[in-house]
Nanobody, 124 residues
Framework: QVQLVESGGGLVQAGGSLRLSCVASGRTFSGYYMGWFRQAPGKEREFVATTMWNGGRTYYADSAKGRFTISKDNAKNTVYLQMNSLKPEDTAVYYC?????????????????WGQGTQVTVSS
Protein backbone atom coordinates (compact mmCIF):
# COMPACT_ATOMS: atom_id res chain seq x y z
CA GLN A 1 0.00 0.00 0.00
CA VAL A 2 1.48 3.29 -1.14
CA GLN A 3 1.53 5.98 1.50
CA LEU A 4 2.74 9.55 1.62
CA VAL A 5 2.49 10.92 5.14
CA GLU A 6 3.07 14.61 5.78
CA SER A 7 3.91 16.23 9.08
CA GLY A 8 5.37 19.44 10.42
CA GLY A 9 2.54 21.87 9.85
CA GLY A 10 1.33 24.26 12.52
CA LEU A 11 0.70 27.83 13.52
CA VAL A 12 3.52 30.32 13.06
CA GLN A 13 3.82 34.10 13.03
CA ALA A 14 4.62 35.97 9.85
CA GLY A 15 8.34 35.91 9.22
CA GLY A 16 8.73 32.55 10.91
CA SER A 17 9.78 29.17 9.57
CA LEU A 18 8.45 25.64 9.34
CA ARG A 19 9.83 22.43 7.93
CA LEU A 20 7.38 19.97 6.44
CA SER A 21 8.23 16.30 6.05
CA CYS A 22 6.78 13.66 3.77
CA VAL A 23 7.58 10.01 4.43
CA ALA A 24 7.02 7.77 1.41
CA SER A 25 6.38 4.03 1.62
CA GLY A 26 4.78 1.14 -0.21
CA ARG A 27 6.74 1.28 -3.46
CA THR A 28 9.91 2.61 -4.94
CA PHE A 29 9.72 6.18 -6.15
CA SER A 30 12.90 5.97 -8.15
CA GLY A 31 12.64 8.38 -11.07
CA TYR A 32 9.50 10.06 -9.76
CA TYR A 33 8.85 13.72 -9.24
CA MET A 34 8.23 14.34 -5.55
CA GLY A 35 6.24 17.52 -5.20
CA TRP A 36 4.63 19.83 -2.70
CA PHE A 37 1.31 21.50 -3.40
CA ARG A 38 -0.95 23.64 -1.28
CA GLN A 39 -4.61 24.52 -1.16
CA ALA A 40 -6.13 27.47 0.64
CA PRO A 41 -9.85 27.65 1.46
CA GLY A 42 -11.88 28.46 -1.63
CA LYS A 43 -8.89 28.19 -3.93
CA GLU A 44 -7.56 25.56 -6.30
CA ARG A 45 -4.66 23.35 -5.38
CA GLU A 46 -1.44 24.98 -6.52
CA PHE A 47 2.10 23.87 -7.18
CA VAL A 48 4.78 24.86 -4.69
CA ALA A 49 7.93 22.87 -5.50
CA THR A 50 9.14 19.58 -6.87
CA THR A 51 12.31 17.53 -7.08
CA MET A 52 13.36 14.25 -8.63
CA TRP A 53 13.70 11.32 -6.25
CA ASN A 54 17.01 10.36 -7.87
CA GLY A 55 18.40 13.86 -7.86
CA GLY A 56 18.60 16.44 -10.57
CA ARG A 57 16.86 19.74 -10.85
CA THR A 58 14.34 21.23 -8.50
CA TYR A 59 11.53 23.53 -9.54
CA TYR A 60 9.68 26.18 -7.59
CA ALA A 61 6.59 28.26 -8.01
CA ASP A 62 7.34 31.97 -8.19
CA SER A 63 5.70 32.41 -4.79
CA ALA A 64 8.17 29.95 -3.26
CA LYS A 65 11.41 31.04 -4.89
CA GLY A 66 13.92 32.44 -2.45
CA ARG A 67 11.88 31.43 0.61
CA PHE A 68 11.19 27.70 0.32
CA THR A 69 13.63 24.85 -0.23
CA ILE A 70 12.72 21.31 -1.22
CA SER A 71 15.11 18.53 -0.30
CA LYS A 72 15.14 14.80 0.32
CA ASP A 73 16.79 12.09 2.32
CA ASN A 74 16.68 8.92 0.25
CA ALA A 75 17.87 6.79 3.16
CA LYS A 76 14.83 7.91 5.15
CA ASN A 77 12.44 7.90 2.16
CA THR A 78 11.59 11.46 3.15
CA VAL A 79 11.06 14.68 1.24
CA TYR A 80 11.21 18.00 3.05
CA LEU A 81 9.94 21.49 2.43
CA GLN A 82 11.77 24.14 4.42
CA MET A 83 9.69 27.29 4.51
CA ASN A 84 11.23 30.56 5.66
CA SER A 85 9.96 34.13 5.80
CA LEU A 86 6.42 32.86 5.93
CA LYS A 87 3.56 35.18 5.02
CA PRO A 88 -0.14 35.05 5.89
CA GLU A 89 -0.86 34.21 2.24
CA ASP A 90 1.11 30.99 2.69
CA THR A 91 -1.71 29.71 4.90
CA ALA A 92 -3.03 26.50 3.35
CA VAL A 93 -3.12 22.74 3.60
CA TYR A 94 0.15 21.46 2.19
CA TYR A 95 0.22 18.17 0.32
CA CYS A 96 3.03 15.87 -0.72
CA UNK A 97 2.60 14.07 -4.04
CA UNK A 98 4.44 11.78 -6.47
CA UNK A 99 4.33 11.72 -10.26
CA UNK A 100 6.08 9.60 -12.87
CA UNK A 101 7.80 11.51 -15.68
CA UNK A 102 7.54 12.58 -18.33
CA UNK A 103 4.85 14.96 -17.18
CA UNK A 104 4.09 18.57 -16.48
CA UNK A 105 5.37 18.67 -12.93
CA UNK A 106 3.33 21.71 -11.89
CA UNK A 107 -0.07 20.21 -12.72
CA UNK A 108 -1.80 18.48 -9.79
CA UNK A 109 -3.76 16.11 -12.03
CA UNK A 110 -0.48 14.61 -13.26
CA UNK A 111 0.41 13.31 -9.80
CA UNK A 112 -0.46 9.69 -9.05
CA UNK A 113 -0.07 9.56 -5.29
CA TRP A 114 -1.04 12.05 -2.59
CA GLY A 115 -0.70 12.45 1.13
CA GLN A 116 -3.47 13.54 3.45
CA GLY A 117 -2.08 17.04 3.90
CA THR A 118 -0.82 19.11 6.81
CA GLN A 119 -2.22 22.48 7.83
CA VAL A 120 0.04 25.53 7.82
CA THR A 121 -1.36 28.72 9.35
CA VAL A 122 0.62 31.95 9.30
CA SER A 123 -0.67 34.74 11.53
CA SER A 124 -0.02 38.39 10.84
Amino acid sequence: QVQLVESGGGLVQAGGSLRLSCVASGRTFSGYYMGWFRQAPGKEREFVATTMWNGGRTYYADSAKGRFTISKDNAKNTVYLQMNSLKPEDTAVYYCAAARPPTIYSKPSNYDYWGQGTQVTVSS
